[in-house]
């Protein structure tokens, strides 16, 4: 059964970075483009960013972009999001997920995700 985990959250300050990991287990996620989305309390799972299967080419939101760089490890079975300049604007669920959709923003396309981690930034 396949199981994605993220990693890394927790409390930042304005202005500071972080580094969320998704760890792909039980299915060989390699075949799987990957994404990332976040949720804030009252508003709906937001696009954060996509790569392809060989991370060859990434697609991000426009309220991220800029921000945001997402890769991946195919023999790790990770996908990484490196964020950057946080701002309270970013708190959030953070979740990674999976889609044989290349580059979807559309979160009914990935069928499989991760439970979330919390991400909160400090003013």
């Known amino acids: 059964q396949a199981q994605l985990t993220e990693t890394g959250g927790g409390l930042v300050q304005a202005g500071g970075s972080l580094t969320l990991v998704c760890l792909a287990s039980g299915l060989d996620l390699v075949y799987y483009h990957r994404g990332w989305f976040r949720q804030a309390p009252g508003k709906e799972r937001e696009f954060l960013a996509a790569?392809?299967?060989?991370?060859?080419?990434?697609y991000y939101g426009e309220s991220v972009k800029g921000r945001v760089t997402i890769s991946r490890d195919n023999a790790e079975n990770t996908v990484t999001l490196q964020m950057n300049n946080l701002v309270s604007d970013d708190t959030a669920v953070y979740y990674c997920a999976a889609s044989t959709y290349v580059g979807s923003s559309i979160p009914q396309t990935y069928e499989y995700w991760g439970q979330g981690i919390q991400v909160t930034v400090s003013s």
């Open positions: 790569i392809d299967l060989n991370g060859s080419h990434s």
